[in-house]
């Protein structure tokens, strides 16, 4: 699902424009983006946590060339499927 037919099916269901639907996702999305950057875990219940994942500055080596290379940190977004999601994701079969 891209994010057009995610406003789409959000205007629709709300009986709104889709420029409010477009309006609301990216408020939406651009908090949660601006807390993670804080450093802040984005709890969404029933959904999952965004949180903010750094790896560390380390040494390695060029697999082609056996060259050591120094790689510096990286930030990356970590997302956690809750425990309702994980459950509808892995049904347990009694």
Do not use: C, Y
């Not at 408020?27 to 946590?49: Q, S, Y």
């Not at 390695?60 to 060339?65: D, E, G, L, S």
């Amino acid at each position: 699902m891209t994010k057009s037919e995610l406003t789409l099916k959000l205007a629709e269901k709300f009986n709104i424009q889709p420029k409010q639907a477009r309006l609301i996702i990216d408020v939406m999305f651009d908090n949660i983006v601006n807390r993670v950057l804080m450093n802040e875990k984005v709890i969404l219940r029933g959904f999952g946590t965004f949180s903010l994942k750094v790896s560390r500055d380390r040494m390695t080596r060029n697999p082609h060339t056996g060259e050591k290379i120094f790689v510096t940190s990286k930030k990356s977004l970590s997302f956690k499927a809750g425990r309702a999601l994980h459950e509808r994701l892995n049904p347990v079969v009694k």
